[in-house]
């Protein structure tokens, strides 16, 4: 039997995140302005990839983070990092009086930290997904990390980003182990996922107390310019 982290972003859509959902057929998505992760069945046929296809439109580049399998011939592959899924096996998690909960009147800063610092996607709604932590000196926005997706008993950390000019103070760790606690209170399990070539932060994550459980791969394809008929699409 599969685990529910082996196909995160379906057990997310179909769990606690299914408020999200927009879904044709099998296929299940973001709103792509909250989160780039979709999702595909764990054996997709040839329909579920023609409902991906109208999903996302003729040409256009698809998103298939944590997606293994061979993409079918027709789609072309133009990104692909392999990748590492790491969970909670012991993180010495505790609040910080210095973090302060963001929400989306902080967007547009937490937008520009993103944008100088590049931990991974984070989009104009993706705060909606859970909690997010941010630390500010003099008033400023120097670094965050939140939650992203939710398989029923397990929250991932993600958007980790400290401002170049305040790195080396161990900001990011602490909101790792803070965003570790809030996700522990409610009785869930961390986890997160990085680049393979991150060997730093993969380091840094297993001296906190995160282990390996699998190997990934994060790739983006791009839909045949031509559709094949494909199912309508429905709103969760």
């Known amino acids: ?3 529910v982290l082996d196909n995160p972003a379906l057990a997310s859509l179909t769990g606690p995140h299914a408020r999200f959902a927009e879904r044709r057929g099998r296929v299940l998505r973001y709103p792509v302005d909250v989160s780039p992760w979709l999702a595909l069945p764990d054996e997709p046929d040839a329909a579920d990839w023609a409902d991906l296809a109208a999903l996302a439109g003729p040409g256009a580049e698809v998103p298939l983070n944590g997606y ?9 592959v133009v990104f692909h990092v392999e990748g590492v899924q790491l969970v909670d096996d012991g993180l010495p998690a505790a609040p910080d009086a210095e973090a302060v909960p963001l929400g989306p009147a902080d967007v547009p800063e937490m937008l520009d930290l993103v944008a100088r610092t590049r931990p991974g996607p984070f989009l104009p709604r993706t705060v909606e997904l859970g909690t997010y932590l941010g630390i500010r000196r003099n008033g400023a ?8 997706l939710r398989p029923p008993g397990w929250t991932e950390i993600s958007a ?6 305040f790195r080396g103070e161990g900001l990011a760790t ?4 803070a965003v570790a606690h809030g996700i522990r209170e409610r009785g869930e399990t961390p986890f997160l996922h990085t680049s393979a070539r991150n060997t730093d932060a993969i ?6 107390g995160f282990r390996l459980r699998r190997t ?17 699409l429905a709103v969760s």
């Open 1 to 3: 039997m599969s685990h």
């Open 68 to 76: 293994c399998p061979e993409v079918p011939a027709d789609w072309e």
């Open 141 to 148: 926005l120097v670094a965050m990390a939140g939650e992203r």
């Open 160 to 165: 980790v980003c400290t401002d170049p000019a």
């Open 174 to 177: 602490r909101l790792i182990l």
């Open 203 to 208: 380091r840094l994550y297993e001296a906190l």
């Open 216 to 232: 990934t791969a994060f790739l983006a394809a791009r839909a045949p310019e031509q559709l094949t008929e494909a199912r309508e």
